[in-house]
């Protein structure tokens, strides 16, 4: 375990003070489910956009993100430009039709456009998606954690999920929103307080010379690296066409299809200002992004001028150790002070991802199922309490879901292969919702299903079977067979009012 300096302890305690006051002052009035679930569609557009930006960020970019640049080259912006361009098709298509009628969830646009199969369809794989990709955000962050205090990694869980859980199922959507905004404030200013200590020891342009002479620095990529003919191109998800398209398409159903990322912008007074929330978190998060990539080339070029034997393993030794060189390095080398800013910053990034996962859980759990399908005429009051139970309940089962897969170092990668199944459908049915004037509730039903089992197929056969194909064609896959399934006639069986 390292040793903290008091200073590093009072930074600790300040940042936890500050969230749970924040949660607290912002949450405390909630009285029904539309101040729960969608913040009273009350909250400014500038707070939505650093939520927005807290989420995304998440463990994955403030842990693994150094360790790709550690490890690698700078070639995962590549898919940044696609993600870019999808900001502008959900502001321009998926947000004009959600906001056309005052949705708590946007999986009930699914239910006036086409029925109420289509809803629950989607909403199930929501939570299918959900629940395994936060699971797997949480025990990347726990792990950061562990690999700090040297503490065993079910201590590390449970504080995580009792402190996201406190504020979030007392607060609901308004305390998400306002501490991830303060959450986000804390790992980037996490960021660039590494980013001067760096240039302190071994200085920028050092960092820059040994990236290029290494090929760290390497960011477009316009020709597949191995393999001949088609083969290669299919195989190698690093050509910049094809990371331009995948980030398109992944963002457009993560942030497009997605409850737990919807559910902010969904929050905002307007439409206009939701727009602006969706698009310039882009022009934000990309750079910040950016940023800890440069941050992980700098890690590699410190420990080439002072090795340190207690280094994990590098990447040959599993992506798992290369995504502990930053813990590592901030707990083992920064000064205090700093220590204690990185160390708040792990758990910044690992509260708004928790905290904003279980909310959008509970709420797709109680607008899209329980409410029709259970209890249709309860009052508001029974509707907040069961959120709040909810709320508490998800929390528990991504922290168990994180326990069961501590031991597979495959499986930090593999969940993300997983939701890409359930991504292709859920983007598939939104586009033809909004695209098009056709589809129908039992032919997305169809489609849904459908892709979801070419989406396995393709996986299996390049995870299991040794497919020369890339793994990140499965949710363009998945996505394509289920709108085109959508758009086949199948019947008047539900509400057709047109394209959103």
């Known amino acids: 375990m390292p040793d903290l300096h008091a200073f590093d302890w009072a930074i600790l305690a300040a940042y936890f003070a500050a969230v749970f006051t924040v949660g607290y ?71 004009t039709a959600f906001y056309a009628s005052r949705y708590l969830t946007i999986y009930s646009y699914l239910a006036d456009r086409f029925g109420v199969r289509s809803r629950y369809t989607a909403a199930i794989y929501f939570l299918i998606t959900r629940i395994l990709a936060s699971s797997v955000r949480l025990l990347i962050a726990t792990y950061g954690l562990a690999v700090f205090f040297g503490i065993p990694l079910w201590i590390s869980l449970l504080v995580f999920t009792v402190a996201s859980l406190l504020y979030t199922s007392f607060g609901g959507l308004k305390a998400v929103i306002w501490t991830d905004l303060l959450q986000a404030c804390v790992f980037v200013a996490g960021g660039v ?96 992004a950016a940023g800890f990539l440069f941050i992980g080339v700098g890690l590699w070029v410190y420990f080439q001028e002072f090795p340190d034997p207690g280094l994990p393993g590098l990447v040959e030794h599993g992506r798992v150790a290369a995504d502990q060189v930053f813990p590592y390095f901030i707990s083992e080398v920064l000064p205090f002070g700093m220590r204690g800013l990185l160390l708040i910053g792990i758990f910044a990034t690992a509260m708004s991802s928790l905290d904003s996962a279980v909310s959008a859980l509970s709420s797709s759990v109680v607008i899209d199922l329980y409410r029709p399908l259970i209890r249709k005429h309860g009052n508001e009051r029974h509707y907040l309490v069961v959120n709040r139970i909810c709320v508490v309940g998800f929390g528990i089962l991504l922290a168990v879901l994180a326990w069961s897969f501590r031991d597979a170092e495959g499986f930090l990668w593999l969940g993300f292969k997983l939701v890409s199944i359930t991504y292709g459908s859920l983007l598939g049915v939104f586009l033809v919702g909004v695209l098009t004037r056709r589809g129908s509730d039992r032919g997305n039903v169809v489609g849904m299903i459908a892709g979801s089992m070419a989406a396995v197929v393709l996986l299996v056969g390049t995870e299991v079977l ?23 006639p199948a019947g008047d069986d539900g509400p057709h009012p047109g394209a959103g």
């Open 193 to 288: 307080a590494v980013a001067l200590f760096l240039q302190a020891e071994v200085g920028w342009g050092s960092i820059l010379a040994s990236g290029a002479e290494t090929g760290r620095l390497e960011l477009f990529r316009f020709r597949p690296d191995g393999g001949a003919g088609w083969i290669g191109w299919l195989s190698d998800p690093g050509i910049f066409y094809f990371a331009f398209f995948n980030g398109l398409v992944m963002t457009a159903a993560a942030l497009g299809t997605d409850q737990d990322m919807m559910q902010r912008v969904l929050s905002c007074r307007e439409v206009k200002r939701a727009r602006w929330s969706m698009i310039l978190s882009g022009f934000v998060g990309i750079p910040i």
């Open 466 to 488: 040794g497919w020369p194909i890339a793994w990140t064609w499965t949710i363009i896959v998945g996505a394509l067979v289920t709108f085109g399934c959508g758009v086949i």
């Open 25 to 95: 002052c912002f949450g405390r009035r909630e009285e029904n489910s539309e101040d729960f679930v969608a913040a009273g569609r009350r909250m400014p557009w500038g707070a939505v956009l650093f939520s927005i930006i807290a989420t995304e960020i998440s463990a994955v970019t403030f842990l693994s993100v150094p360790g790709e640049g550690f490890a690698n080259n700078l070639s995962y912006l590549q898919f940044g430009v696609g993600s870019l361009c999808a900001r502008f098709f959900i502001a321009g298509f998926f947000l």
